[in-house]
């Protein structure tokens, strides 16, 4: 397996839910972040946690890490159909920005 | 988006063809980025430029030429391509390269296919 592996690879809700997202990583990290990408389009900083924060907020959006365990989970609360995109994270260790697969949110009107 | 252009948004090419693809950026950063992203695998990086150096090059075949004239620009140049390496090529800039801080900002990619 490889540095920044999302969990599912796919999810499907309802407007209105709140949609979990978790990423695993192997190596120690100076920080992760998360992306958003509609189909077929380039792709979009959403927010930035470095390893020495546990939580952070932005919007509807919020991000976990646990160090200790690698891992790390991005929240979007209240969902929308706009919502609907692939999310990436990926983590930057000794200079190098690595991605994973991604998962596919799929936010249903 | 718009702080990263990429020009062609679709590119359809012949295996002895040779193309070019041009990516800017209007942040004012210093570090620019090409990524390959196919079906059902992660994004993998390319090329990296910092001050107009090349810092980064993940073993990319010779097929693929980067350039970066200056801190704004930055082409790939393609020849002689493989069906394989048809996918949605992506450019990225950040505000400093070593352990980027504050994130890359990615343009909306050229879709190559290789015929």
């Known amino acids: 397996s490889q540095q920044g592996e999302e969990d599912p690879q796919a999810l499907s809700i309802q407007e209105g839910e709140n949609a979990t997202m978790n990423c695993s990583y192997k190596?120690?990290?100076?920080?992760l972040q998360w992306y958003r990408q509609n189909s077929g389009r380039g792709l979009v900083h959403l927010i930035l946690?470095?390893?020495?924060?546990r939580e952070k907020h932005s919007g509807r959006l919020r991000v976990t890490l646990d160090t200790s365990k690698k891992s790390s989970s991005l929240l979007i609360t209240a969902s929308r159909a706009a919502d609907t995109a692939s999310y990436f994270c990926?983590?930057?260790?000794?200079?190098?920005?690595?991605f994973g697969q991604g998962t596919i949110l799929t936010v249903h009107p | 988006e718009t702080g990263v252009t990429q020009t062609p948004r679709h590119l359809v090419m012949g295996m002895t063809n040779k193309k070019s693809l041009k990516c800017e950026q209007h942040?004012?950063?210093?570090?620019m980025y090409w990524y390959k992203q196919s079906a059902k695998k992660p994004l993998e990086l390319m090329f990296v430029?910092?001050?107009?150096?090349?810092?980064e090059n993940n073993s990319v075949p010779s097929r693929f030429s980067p350039e970066c004239p200056n801190s704004s620009h930055l082409f790939l140049h393609l020849h002689t391509l493989q069906p394989e390496d048809s996918a949605l090529y992506l450019c990225?800039?950040?505000?400093?390269?070593?352990?980027?801080?504050?994130?890359?900002?990615f343009g909306p990619g050229t879709r190559l296919t290789v015929t």
């Open positions: 990225a800039s950040s505000h400093g390269f070593v352990g980027p801080i504050a994130g890359q900002y």
């Open positions: 190596t120690s990290i100076n920080n």
């Open positions: 946690i470095r390893s020495n924060e």
């Open positions: 990926a983590t930057t260790s000794y200079g190098k920005l690595t």
């Open positions: 942040l004012g950063h210093n570090a």
């Open positions: 430029y910092s001050l107009e150096e090349r810092v």
